[in-house]
């Protein structure tokens, strides 16, 4: 599951919004992937995220 939701985060062309929309349907959710899509919130929404970027 954690490969999964780290290949739709990292390796796919989709904007960072998108991509944890997936993982949050798609992906079972296990503690690690819980907290990789927290993490990336956090990094979304932080001084220096990635934004929406693809």
Known sequence: ?????AKLLFKSQLGL???LDIVRRE???TAEV???IQ?????FKGKSGR???P
């Open 17 to 19: 919004t998108h991509a």
């Open 27 to 29: 992906v079972p959710h």
């Open 34 to 36: 819980e907290y990789l």
């Open 39 to 43: 993490f990336q919130e956090r990094l």
């Open 51 to 53: 934004g929406d970027q």
């Open 1 to 5: 599951a954690l490969h999964k939701a």
